[in-house]
Each structure stands twice: as C-alpha cells, then as structure tokens.
C-alpha cells in the first residue's frame, strides 16, 4: 500500500512526535503532515511513576499486593493514576473512530 493513504496520529509527547517525523521523513512523506492526540499519552501510574515493582517493595512494603492480584483495574495512588481498565475506556472511542488503516 501507499503510505500517503494511511492515517498518521501521535501522542502530544515529544518523543513520540520525533519518532513519527522520523519515520514519515524515511518514508519521503512530510514530516510534520500527521495529527497528535491526547487520548494517546501513554498510561500514568501516578506516584509509582518512574518507579520499578521492587524499588515500590523496599520503600513501601506490601504496597504492590494489590496490582500483582489484580492488574487489570487496579488503580496505583496518586494524582492522574489510571487503571488498565481506564485506559481502555480512554482509548476505545478513539479506536472506534479510525476509518482506515492507521500508524500511531
């Protein structure tokens, strides 16, 4: 297929916005000729953020029995948190919405 006939949409973050300028220049399409969405940001895990499972052990023990018994909607503290189900909910219109083929 063309690439031109696809859809091209990016997380607002900028390292997701230089991949896909990368990626359509090596494709010889225009750089910036794509569309960012929000609802594409990747999942947040509030204050666990940029933390790693054992590092949230040492400091707080117990405090990843929840996510390890239940993954799906667990939901870590802090502000702006999501669950794996929240993001699916946060995805799925976006998803429901695409009317061709789509590199994100």
């Known amino acids: 297929k063309n690439p031109a006939s696809f859809g091209f949409v990016a997380s607002p973050m900028r390292r997701t916005r230089e991949t896909m300028e990368l990626m359509r ?6 750089p910036l000729a794509y569309r960012t969405d929000p609802r594409l940001v990747e999942l947040s ?11 949230l052990e040492a400091q707080h023990p117990g405090s990843t029995k929840g996510r390890r018994a239940t993954k799906w909607d667990f939901l870590p503290p802090g502000e ?8 699916l909910e946060r995805l799925k219109p976006w998803l429901d ?8």
Request: charged residues 20%; proline residues 0%.
């Open 80 to 87: 702006g948190a999501e669950s794996y189900e929240m993001l």
């Open 45 to 55: 895990f509030g204050d666990w953020q940029g933390f790693t499972f054992a590092e």
């Open 25 to 30: 220049a090596a494709m010889g399409l225009d």
């Open 97 to 104: 919405a695409l009317d061709r083929q789509t590199v994100c």
